[in-house]
């Protein structure tokens, strides 16, 4: 059974840096694009970052240059590292894996002024 664990959030000053892990079960993690998703409070769900299995990535406008995502295939686990924290970057982040449309269950960040 394929499950997605995320790590990593907490509180942390504006101008701060969190980083974030997934840990994923499965065989299939080494051939699957894996992203990160957020959402703040009354808003929807939005697209972070995106890595797909040989490392390219894709990012957000408003986190581009400042977040990096990252895998390691060997040990099944992504990452989120996150820089020059804003405020506006509070948000329940989640880990996702396209194949298959896997979620994990989410872990809070929070930024504050």
């Known amino acids: 059974q394929v499950q997605l664990v995320e790590s990593g959030g907490g509180l942390v000053q504006s101008g701060g840096s969190l980083r974030l892990s997934c840990s994923f079960s499965g065989s299939i993690f080494s051939n699957s694009v894996m992203d990160w998703y957020r959402q703040a409070p009354g808003k929807q769900r939005e697209a972070v970052a995106s890595?797909?299995?040989?490392?390219?990535?894709t990012y957000a406008a408003s986190v581009k240059g400042r977040f990096t995502i990252s895998r390691d295939n060997a040990k099944n686990i992504v990452y989120l590292q996150m820089n020059t924290l804003k405020p506006e970057d509070t948000a329940v982040y989640y880990c996702?894996?396209?194949?298959?449309?896997?979620w994990g269950q989410g872990t809070q960040v929070t930024v504050s002024p």
């Open positions: 890595i797909i299995p040989r490392g390219l990535t």
């Open positions: 996702h894996a396209v194949s298959g449309n896997y």
